[in-house]
């Protein structure tokens, strides 16, 4: 059963039965925006290129990011599906509504890693105005069940998002929501706004 979580709500990693997680795969979806006005309805909405990515943490420091121009990470624990340039439901989707998405085998990823947290940024500078039915989800990559769902709700002049976490805690991991607003293009620009969140 899948939880809705809401902004700074975290959830434990553990199954019902209390064994973990061993593979999950945080799916993000997005669509632009209808057009607004007459000509609105005329005009198809704009291909937004959103980009997702990981960064993984040992404590404050930065081991590795997993984004579309570095898909898999050391040991093979964090794998990205591919830049999708368009949102919606176009070509490199991965599930329902999945426009990118990227997997974590809890089983590799590396004792010093101890947080990775998720991104989202707009590559072309396109503000998330323009973006409607924003999301984030967690799902249990081996029975493909949802664990959890994070909803972004409004546009905003912001040009990314940090999404959500994932940290390890001594009785498994944990997800957390952050919904965070922030500016940059890249992943690199937002690192000294996910500081605040380590």
Not at 34 to 51: A, Y
Not at 152 to 157: K, P, T
Not at 168 to 197: N, V
Request: aromatic residues 8%; hydrophobic residues 40%.
């Amino acid at each position: 059963m899948s939880v809705n979580l809401a902004k700074g709500q975290r959830i434990s990693l553990a199954k019902s039965d209390a064994t973990p997680l061993i593979r999950v795969r945080m799916g993000l979806g997005w669509q632009a925006a209808q057009r607004k006005g007459f000509l609105g309805k005329l005009i198809r909405p704009r291909e937004i290129d959103l980009d997702a990515s990981a960064v993984l943490y040992s404590g404050r420091e930065v081991l590795e990011v997993v984004y579309f121009a570095s898909l898999v990470s050391a040991y093979g624990a964090v794998r990205h599906s591919g830049d999708n340039r368009t949102g919606g439901d176009g070509p490199g989707d991965d599930g329902p509504g999945d426009d990118e998405s990227i997997i974590v085998d809890f089983t590799r990823v590396p004792p010093e890693v101890d947080q990775i947290v998720f991104t989202v940024n707009s590559f072309t500078g396109v503000t998330f105005d323009e973006v409607e039915n924003a999301y984030c989800r967690l799902v249990d990559d081996t029975t493909g069940g949802e664990l959890a769902r994070y909803t972004l709700s409004g546009g905003g002049s912001h040009t990314a998002q940090i999404m959500a976490k994932v940290v390890r805690l001594r009785e498994g991991w944990q997800l957390a929501a952050i919904g965070e607003p922030a500016s940059g293009e890249t992943f690199q620009s937002l690192l000294p706004a996910i500081d605040r969140y380590l």
